[in-house]
């Protein structure tokens, strides 16, 4: 079949290029697609075509079905997304495990066991093990986060992200709808109000992990940057409350990714969302 | 912004976006432990390096008033063998080795006729602790000068009488905060703090800062696995503050 006889109008300029990865394309309909699912019952021998009455599509395959579609997530976006997710996860579970060698906030004389977290939740094997990983991954962690906020910031990307006092009001329908199976609130933008302040207080909490983890890091030589967390030792407690904020968004973010479904979780890989729920 | 699109060309374009985020995939190898360990030493090293040259030998430690200072029960002691390796304090010489014009042996009486510096400040364990204690001893670098150390010098080696030991970059060492400590809140180092003589370097981590110590070394070139007890089994070496 010539794919290319059908196309009525090309919808990007790569669409006048000569097309490599045909047969490719057309296995991957077969598999998705709803029309393909009827060119590929139509392929078996025998009594197909009679079930499916040829009302909504006429025999040849059309491909030239337009769909709706938005790209979401620039490039930059999802590098940094995945490589501070991995992060993320190295950071929390080798800081529970720094954590475990002096587990609480107030003297080491005499010491109080804030919290006993168990060995299995935390990666390192030991202090110096866990501070190995806590050393290299916090490289990455910065390094992701710094250029992410750069590409935001710089691109006037952030406007689809940031929380601003007008999403206050939609806060509370779009938690009601969650929590209480309230209605839906229309979509009116890539992203609703919860999703908004979820993702900027995660940011914030981002910032502040980075700069108490400075201040831990070097206090003597960023003994200003101590001082207006109130000191090293205090600096301690604001690093694990940056990570309790952490931990407080990631199990919402993840149960909300499995809720949306596939389309949601492959457009942060592939960039593409297919059918927003948003208009414009 | 929505746009309308061949659902054809759509999933080409998702495939070649997905395909530019697969270099990411890489780092999935450092789920394997080899690689991971290679990672890591790797990402120490990195950031030992980043702390040097962040280091500034001017840039002062910050010091606190009396009123600060923790009481001495409740400065904490860590010892990774011993608590009291029972050093002959009566007998005791520092031993002087490497690049440097007199080396032998020094009594305790000419550590302590060099200038006294007295320094209330805080004390970081990795462990992740913290105290602010009282300190007197005599700088490094006057030692050093009194002992005619090659200025050029890159790190100082110190063995301790409970087998411990500890490697530090000459920067730091020479730091105007790091001392060869006598003193704690007023009197002589007693024997679980290191008596009769340690490293107090409030720029430091604390296991930078050995106990007991029995011999300094002045050298360029460290003993590769031999560069710190806990150094050898994966801290950072540098372990700065």
């Not at chain 2, 007199?102 to 320094?119: A, D, F, M, R």
């Not at chain 2, 300190?135 to 009194?146: K, N, Q, V, W, Y």
Request: charged share 20%; aromatic share 12%.
């Amino acid at each position: 079949m010539a794919d290319g006889e059908e196309k009525k109008m090309p919808a990007t300029p790569e669409d006048a290029k000569p097309e490599g990865p045909v047969p490719a394309v057309s296995n991957d309909q077969a598999e998705t697609a709803p029309h393909a699912a009827v060119e590929s019952v139509a392929m078996e021998p025998a009594p197909a075509p009679l079930l499916k009455p040829a009302a909504e599509e006429p025999a040849p395959r059309k491909s030239a079905e337009l769909v709706r579609a938005a790209y979401e997530h620039p490039l930059l976006i999802r590098i940094t997304h995945w490589v501070n997710a991995i992060s993320l996860f190295v950071m929390v579970t080798s800081g529970l495990r720094i954590f475990r060698a002096f587990p609480s906030f107030g003297p080491k004389i005499p010491q109080e066991i804030l919290i006993d977290i168990p060995k299995s939740l935390t990666l390192g094997g030991w202090l110096g093990g866990a501070l190995q990983w806590h050393f290299t991954f916090m490289w990455f962690f910065a390094g992701s986060g710094i250029v992410y906020l750069a590409y935001q910031v710089f691109s006037g990307h952030f406007r689809t992200v940031l929380f601003t006092p007008k999403d206050i009001r939609g806060v509370w329908p779009m938690a009601r709808h969650y929590f209480l199976f309230g209605p839906k609130p229309p979509a009116t933008g890539q992203y609703n109000p919860l999703q908004k302040l979820a993702y900027s207080s995660t940011i914030g909490f981002g910032v502040l992990s980075l700069l108490t983890g400075i201040v831990l890091y070097k206090p003597a030589q960023f003994a200003w940057l101590a001082f207006l967390f109130g000191g090293f030792h205090l600096t301690r407690l604001w690093h694990f409350a940056a990570m309790c904020g952490f931990l407080s968004f990631i199990p919402g973010h993840l149960i909300m990714v499995v809720l949306h479904g596939w389309s949601n979780f492959m457009s942060m890989l592939s960039g593409w969302k297919r059918e927003p729920e948003y208009q414009e | 912004m929505i746009e309308r699109i061949e659902d054809r060309e759509l999933k080409r374009q998702s495939r070649r976006q997905l395909l530019k985020l697969a270099p990411v995939a890489v780092l999935g190898v450092f789920a394997f432990p080899k690689a991971s360990d290679w990672l890591v030493t790797k990402g120490v090293g990195f950031s030992d390096w980043a702390a040097g040259a962040l280091f500034r030998r001017e840039h002062l430690a910050q010091t606190y008033a009396n009123s600060a200072v923790v009481p001495f029960e409740k400065f904490p002691y860590n010892g990774y063998d011993v608590l009291d390796p029972e050093v002959d304090l009566e007998n005791w010489t520092l031993t002087v080795e490497g690049d440097v014009q007199h080396p032998g042996e020094y009594k305790l009486s000419q550590i302590t006729s060099l200038p006294k510096v007295n320094q209330n400040t805080r004390h970081v364990c990795v462990e992740g602790w913290d105290v602010i204690g009282a300190f007197g001893g005599a700088r490094i670098s006057d030692f050093l000068t009194m002992v005619g150390a090659n200025p050029g010098a890159k790190f100082l080696e110190v063995e301790c009488s409970d087998d411990y030991y500890e490697s530090i970059d000459m920067p730091s060492a020479l730091h105007p905060q790091s001392l060869l400590c006598y003193e704690m809140y007023g009197q002589p180092l007693d024997r679980k703090h290191g008596a009769p003589l340690r490293l107090q370097m409030p720029t430091k981590l604390g296991y930078k800062q050995a106990k007991y110590l029995e011999t300094i070394r002045v050298t360029s070139v460290l003993k590769a696995g031999k560069t710190g007890y806990w150094e050898d089994q994966g801290y950072s070496w540098f372990g700065g503050l």
